[in-house]
């Protein structure tokens, strides 16, 4: 009985870590084209700033951008990236 347990255990761990794998692999692709179409650079460091660069390939352009996210509401950050782009 604790046997078939322990099978089931496992084989439902083993099924969690390939839909696991699977999410892993989505996440990771959606996040390349939305760096790809956006040309943002994020700078995960720099925490609890949000910074990074946007390239403009058009100009060859990079700009840098940083905002202190205790100092700035989630509005006004997001207006501010949107201007960026």
Same mark, same amino acid.
């Given at each position: 009985?604790?046997?078939?347990?322990?099978?089931? =255990?496992?084989?439902?761990?083993?099924?969690?870590? *390939?839909?696991?794998?699977?999410?892993? !692999?989505? +996440?990771?692709?959606?996040? /390349?084209?939305? =760096?790809?179409?956006?040309?943002?650079?994020?700078? *995960?460091?720099?925490?609890?700033?949000? !910074?990074? +660069?946007?390239?403009?390939? /058009?100009?060859?352009?990079?700009?840098?951008?940083?905002?202190?996210?205790?100092?700035?509401?989630?509005?006004?950050?997001?207006?501010?990236?949107?201007?960026?782009?």
């Amino acid at each position: 009985m604790i046997e078939a347990q322990l099978q089931e =255990a496992q084989k439902a761990a083993q099924e969690a870590s *390939s839909v696991m794998s699977a999410d892993e !692999a989505v +996440t990771k692709h959606q996040l /390349s084209l939305y =760096a790809h179409i956006t040309r943002v650079t994020w700078r *995960s460091d720099q925490q609890p700033l949000v !910074a990074g +660069t946007v390239s403009d390939s /058009s100009t060859g352009d990079i700009r840098l951008f940083s905002f202190d996210s205790a100092a700035t509401s989630r509005f006004e950050l997001v207006n501010a990236l949107w201007e960026l782009l």
